[in-house]
């Protein structure tokens, strides 16, 4: 038997039915993502090369094709390709500084979390010095009540002397 989905008040804050479902949400950082993606890719030689191997094939297509196949006089200085190439720098330019911003955020978040680290593992540290301070003082206390092995074989030599001559003063007492 299926249970009818719950509406209203029925059902906890947020876990209510709706007629309609919702569709995810693009994620708000694939625009981000997306200008470091072009930032990275622009910075490669890989880049370089296509970009010259186009403008190349370009102006030699547009200088070497029958006059008919042209879509880019010569005469003209190429226009349509400055005008590409121009568009692309007018793109380029605002996507890698978006990228550089994202870069700056995550650094200045990494910084602060060495920062964060580094009062930790001071406070850890001076923790530590005066935890080994106390245990060198407690030391030193203790050497004074501590006793060495020649210290305590010497003191069970002289309490084994005095056993043995109390014995001997029992049996001569004892003795008629």
Same mark, same amino acid.
């Given at each position: 038997? +299926?249970?009818?989905?719950?509406?209203?008040?029925?059902?906890?804050?947020?876990?209510?039915?709706?007629? *309609?479902?919702?569709?995810?949400?693009?994620?708000?950082?694939?625009?981000?993502?997306?200008?470091?993606?072009?930032?990275?890719?622009?910075?490669?030689?890989?880049? #370089?090369?296509?970009?010259? *191997?186009?403008?190349?094939?370009? =102006?030699?297509?547009?200088?070497?094709?029958? %006059?008919?196949? %042209?879509?880019?006089? /010569?005469?003209?200085?190429?226009? +349509?390709?400055?005008?590409?190439?121009? #568009?692309?720098?007018?793109? /380029?330019?605002?996507?890698?500084?978006?990228?550089?911003?994202?870069?700056?955020?995550?650094?200045?978040?990494?910084?602060?979390?060495? %920062?964060?680290?580094?009062?930790?593992?001071?406070?850890?540290?001076?923790?530590?010095?005066?935890? =080994? =301070? /106390?245990?060198?003082?407690?030391?030193?206390?203790?050497?004074?009540? !501590? !006793?060495?092995?020649?210290? *305590? @074989?010497?003191?069970?030599?002289? *309490? #084994?002397?005095? #056993?043995?001559? @109390?014995?001997?003063? /029992?049996?001569?007492?004892?003795?008629?």
């Amino acid at each position: 038997m +299926a249970r009818a989905p719950k509406s209203g008040f029925e059902a906890p804050r947020g876990r209510r039915s709706t007629v *309609l479902s919702r569709t995810p949400q693009p994620s708000r950082d694939r625009f981000g993502r997306f200008t470091e993606w072009v930032a990275r890719a622009m910075g490669t030689p890989m880049f #370089l090369l296509l970009l010259s *191997l186009f403008c190349i094939i370009w =102006v030699g297509w547009n200088t070497l094709a029958p %006059r008919h196949l %042209r879509f880019d006089d /010569a005469t003209l200085g190429f226009t +349509a390709l400055t005008l590409m190439l121009s #568009l692309q720098a007018s793109y /380029a330019a605002p996507l890698i500084l978006l990228a550089q911003n994202r870069q700056d955020d995550r650094d200045r978040v990494q910084i602060e979390q060495d %920062r964060q680290r580094a009062e930790r593992n001071l406070a850890d540290t001076e923790y530590l010095a005066r935890e =080994v =301070v /106390a245990l060198r003082m407690a030391m030193t206390d203790m050497q004074d009540e !501590v !006793v060495s092995r020649d210290v *305590l @074989r010497q003191e069970l030599r002289t *309490l #084994l002397e005095r #056993l043995e001559e @109390r014995d001997r003063a /029992a049996e001569s007492d004892s003795a008629p």
